[in-house]
């Protein structure tokens, strides 16, 4: 079983909604959806697409998914985030914008956010101890997309390449889409996420989502509000 700490918005938000008809799945509920008809896709293409970022369920990493280190457990690791949200203040995005990320698209800030990336780093570090090391297929693994020898470093102290410096919020809508396909992906995200393309969005909340085997799909297991102050 693997654990991550990850942003997302509330069950019963519009964004949450809309992903999950999107993605195709619901990681609070695990349920079902049809996937999407989608102009300028052959059949197939789609379920392709969103294959990774369905398993993983709609979400922005903060700390990504780890094994629980010996002596530690859930009921503790869940004790710990919801003390960490009750003195972390809630972070507000001026602008969620969707934007292509090398060969996938995502919902990002326009901009970087200082308290947002201050978050992020507070929560890799603070749990840190409630991790356990990554195997040598872990790292081969994330070898393989190249890294910088920052990421390399990351990589090997905190189990994750991109964090810190190399941190970028971003909440996936597709896995990657080849340069063919980038001008029709965008034009469709473009359209089902108006109602959230060039908005604020508050993040408000962290939750720890559980994957039972690797493979599996992973699940919202708790969920803590930030409560702390709004930064």
Known sequence: ?????????????????????????????????????????????????????????????????????????????????????????????????????????????????????????????????????????DIARRRVAGLTLDEETNLLRWGYPYVFDAFRFHMSLTGRVPKDDSEAMATELKQRFADFDGKPFAIDRIALFVEPERGAPFRVRHVALLTGGVA
Do not use: C
Not at 55 to 83: C, M, Q, V, W
């Open 1 to 137: 079983m693997r654990y991550a700490i990850y942003a997302t918005p509330s069950a019963d938000h519009p964004l949450s909604q809309a992903a999950a008809r999107w993605l195709g799945r619901d990681a609070f509920t695990d349920e079902a959806h049809p996937l999407p008809p989608a102009n300028g896709f052959s059949g197939g293409t789609i379920e392709a697409y969103l294959a990774d970022p369905a398993r993983y369920g709609f979400h922005a990493t903060l700390k990504a998914p780890f094994t629980l280190a010996e002596g530690e457990s859930e009921a503790g690791l869940i004790a710990s985030l919801d003390a960490f949200a009750a003195q972390a203040g809630a972070v507000l995005v001026p602008e969620l914008v969707i934007r292509r990320l090398g060969r996938f698209f995502a919902l990002v800030p326009n901009e970087r956010v200082p308290e947002l990336d201050d978050l992020a780093g507070r929560i890799v570090a603070e749990f840190e101890p409630f991790r356990s090391p990554l195997s040598e297929a």
